[in-house]
């Protein structure tokens, strides 16, 4: 390796599998990648493990690592946090427990609802008031400060959250508590909703605080670990990926981890924007399947879809509980727990299940042979022909079809009284089907046409059953990157810096003068400077400033761009607020006031400036094509070809039915369809013309 390479490590912790990508951004090329299984006991361990043995096979000496992690992900649904305490205004405590009062499923008698993470015991009340003007109604004294503060003691926690109503108008009644409790308990991780959220609305906000606090001890643990290992090979910078998309540096990551909760799949979209602007496709669906969940976002005109809030930890068990509200600028996107590890059964009733449920890592499905012994989605693509023994390239993974043979007449077959193939045929039709609604519900049911975008499909799974969703919904072509099983992993080394900084101001945009605004998006900045002063990158740093409106007496809101250039006020934005109102819902609201709710910075500099990365894991081959048998939906078998994805040059194509072996992942292309090469190795999937 040149000494003046610029390497870095793209790491991408999954479920299942844990991805290390090498990238020399001083040629923009990919030097090599390896895919392990997974430790989720030990999550550090697995990625310290992919480092090794990444940098020692191909000979690289890495300057950064830039990650996407799930143990927020996993702390939360598995409940591992925590134990926490919540700090909040007298008459405030049961905010968690009361929620919104919104059914999760409106017709439910019996409605079941996710569970409060800080026990009503631990949600103690401090005397004190704060109106939405941020005028002080109440005094906090310091009598009442000591009181609380002393409540805690002997009560065994990891972390305290301190939420006080109207906070975010005024945060010094929480500042006096949370330099309390850092006196009195330097070892509990304290949140304070005005440094996390200042944003109004009581449930969503706490809801945030807390889930900062619940997951905060494990996530800052790990991040703690990981850098000081990372530290030891002679790696100095670690990079985290946010849910919006951007990277941050530890030391943020580490104080605010609900914003990484879906540092992962969010990688994944970054990496699908990116390569929709290399290869000129503005609208595309990112579709990736794992090993134990499968997600979809959309991108338009080369920008991932954000949303201001989401609900972690949604649905559990099939059932949506309502999840955990989190105010933190998200990249859009719909899960599901279907992926290669998802459980196939027959319930009591003699219907068959896949999902949500999962064997994940350890055990992971039968036929990896470390255990498992439940049928899954992976082993009925195994018992199909679709995936070799070889599988998807993973380091000490070799699959066992016998095993996979096995559990799927045990759990699937053997009850329905049907016979493998037709079994293993009708888990892949149920896993597709419900993939296949998830895409739909993030387009159709949002007012967007699928025929319009281009389904990518990474992930593990993910080219398995890209072409049966793609003709299912009603996608013209679905793109498979180069490296699909590892995409995330690029993902990770592509994206922004970035921070996401809002203040509710709650104000009629016509009374909003210019000097006004000014102040606020000082203020928004002046809070932003910390951040980045934390972070490894100090030039390039660019400010959008954003509003959020809606008429008065409205419950939600648009979020519109605020010229940096020029005095902008009030009315600019209400004049911009009634043409994007216009153009969205057909009519405007003239006699209606416009209201300026909240106002939003985002500073951001770039890492990355090269574009796509170029270059491959392994050298063009010319091997022949190979046949395999492969069983259809009806159970029969048929010789179908079987090509090395490294044997395919641009220009090439291929008709299907027919199999595409790639590092990481396997491509199916169903009769009628043919695949295509780009120049740039990328391959696209569409029905043959007049079938």
Known sequence: MNDQADVVLGVDVGGTFTDVLALDRSRGTIVGAIKLPSTPSHPARGATWGVDRCQTRFATSAKSVFHGTTVGTNTLIEKTGGPSALITTAGFRDVL????????????LAPSVSPPLVEKALRLEVDERIDARGRVLRPLDAEEVARVVSLLRDKQLASVAVCCLHAYA??????????ALRCAYPDLFITLSSEICREFREFERTSTTVVN????????????????????????????????GGLTAAANAARFPAQLIESGPAAGITAAAALGRAEGIANLIAFDMGGTTAKVGVVRDGVPRLA????????VEGLDLGGYPIKSPSIDMIEIGAGGGSIARVDAAGVLKVGPRSAGAVPG????????????????????????????GAEDLKLNRELAQSAVRRDVALPLGWSVPRAAAGVIRLATASMSEMVRLATLRRGLDPREFVLVAFGGGGALHAAEIAREVGIPQVVV?????????????????????????MCLAGTYDARALGVAFDALRARAAPLIAAEEVNTGWQFEHLADLRFEGQLFELTLPVPTVGTPDGKDLERAFRAAYETMYGYDLPTHAVEVVSLRLVAKAPVWQRGWPVGGMAPRTANPKTTRKVYDDRGESRDTPVVSRAALAPGDGLEGPAIVEDFGATIRVLDGQAVSVRPSGVLIIAERRGE
């Open 170 to 179: 005024n945060d010094a009644h929480e500042q006096l508590l949370g330099e």
């Open 365 to 392: 499905p039968a036929c990896y042979g470390r255990g498992g012994e439940i049928a899954t989605v992976t082993d009925a693509h195994m018992c199909l022909g679709h995936i070799a023994p070889e599988g998807f």
């Open 97 to 108: 427990a009361l929620r919104r009062q919104a059914r999760p499923r409106l017709y439910d």
């Open 481 to 505: 990157p180069p490296y699909p099983g590892l995409f995330s992993a690029i993902g990770t080394v592509l994206g922004d810096v970035r921070h996401d900084l809002v203040q509710t101001v």
């Open 308 to 315: 201001n809030e989401f609900a972690a930890d949604r649905f």
């Open 213 to 244: 606090a619940y997951i905060g001890p494990r996530v800052a643990s790990y991040v703690k670990t990981l850098h000081a290992e990372l530290a030891q090979r002679g790696i100095a910078s670690l990079g985290i990926v946010k849910s919006n």
